[in-house]
């Protein structure tokens, strides 16, 4: 008789079991029980961890660690993909916000191209509205604390 969880394939390899080894596994991320990738990162002498996101696929995750653990550690850290990290040279110099606020945002572009690359890819059909820049630079946005401006009235007086 086999010792308990020793089979073949190792003790999580059942149906049951909740390790996935098809699944390539990054440094400084981990699955939620949802299915959410999320990337954390402890600060340098102390105890406390800065977070860095929540994203729907493990290379967002495992590349706003990267972000992370560089501008933290300089050039010598160990990442998930050092060919993918471009420096702008502030290394050492910024504060734990600054960095989160890095690591989001690489994380969440490389959310957003894996998931137009997987949209794109899947063969559904294109979207059937087109969006075009605005022809002066920028959109304004409406103040949602103010009530909205009055419409100027119907001049047949038809509201049918």
């Not at 471009?86 to 600054?98: H, I, M, P």
């Not at 605005?134 to 038809?158: I, R, T, V, W, Y």
Request: aromatic share 8%.
């Amino acid at each position: 008789m086999e010792a308990r969880g020793g089979g073949v394939g190792g003790p999580c390899n059942s149906s049951t079991g909740k390790k996935k080894t098809d699944q390539k596994s990054y440094k400084g991320i981990r699955m939620r029980k949802w299915g959410k990738w999320v990337a954390e990162i402890r600060e340098p002498n102390k105890r406390s961890r800065i977070w860095l996101g929540s994203y729907s696929t493990p290379v967002a995750a495992a590349r706003a660690y990267d972000t992370a653990v560089y501008y933290l550690r300089g050039p010598s850290a160990r990442l998930n993909f050092p060919e993918l990290l471009a420096s702008d040279g502030l290394l050492g110099e910024l504060s734990a916000a600054s960095i989160r606020k890095k690591a989001i945002e690489v994380g969440a572009r490389v959310d957003a191209e894996t998931s137009c690359k997987s949209l794109h890819m899947s063969g559904t059909q294109e979207p059937t509205f087109e969006l075009k820049p605005c022809s002066c630079g920028f959109q304004e946005k409406p103040d949602l604390n103010k009530e909205p401006e009055p419409e100027p009235e119907d001049p047949d007086g038809d509201y049918s």
